[in-house]
């Protein structure tokens, strides 16, 4: 099967399910990653399933902000332009409840109420210390647009925060 013949069939998906089927392959996508880093736990450890995770992420930031200003032809370096970016990638569209406020000069995502972390609360499993793996990809995300651009955390798990704000990430020039 040819990917012109991929390309007719989603083509033929009618509009009104679009959306739903691309959500519904991120989230595939972000359980196919919770499996891989509960078994890399369950085997070696959370240190270990950290490290990996964080690592996989960071190489992730710079693939995807690559591919999405190519696609998009998103050319600008300033901060409006890498949240315009960010806002297409798998991790900021699978945030369920985020809030995103742009300014000329800085920028600041917050996960109101994060599914991930909840679902590992439902399981009976620790808050997932995401804190280095977000880290990882955020700044590798915003460098492929400016090396300017500084990421600064404000909180994130496993920093304590409030029941109403799981993380929260401020993305500003460097010196302004």
Not at 150 to 159: G, I, K, L, M, Q
């Amino acid at each position: 099967m040819s990917r012109e013949l991929d390309k007719e069939l989603i083509e033929s998906i009618p509009k009104d399910k679009l959306a739903d089927f691309v959500f519904m392959h991120l989230r595939n996508i972000w359980a196919v990653d919770g499996l891989y880093y509960l078994g890399i736990e369950e085997q070696f450890g959370t240190e270990a399933a950290t490290e990996i995770d964080r690592k996989v992420w960071e190489v992730m930031g710079k693939i995807e902000a690559r591919k999405i200003k190519k696609l998009f032809e998103i050319t600008g370096s300033d901060i409006p332009s890498m949240i315009k970016a960010f806002r297409l990638s798998g991790w900021t569209m699978d945030l369920e409840d985020k809030e995103i406020i742009v300014e000329k000069n800085q920028a600041i995502i917050r996960n109101v109420r994060c599914r991930v972390q909840n679902t590992r609360i439902k399981k009976g499993l620790v808050e997932f210390g995401c804190k280095p793996v977000r880290f990882g990809f955020l700044k590798a995300f915003a460098k492929e647009f400016n090396p300017n651009i500084e990421v600064v955390c404000n909180v994130c798990p496993p920093d304590k925060h409030a029941e109403d704000l799981w993380c929260e990430w401020v993305f500003k020039i460097k010196g302004e």
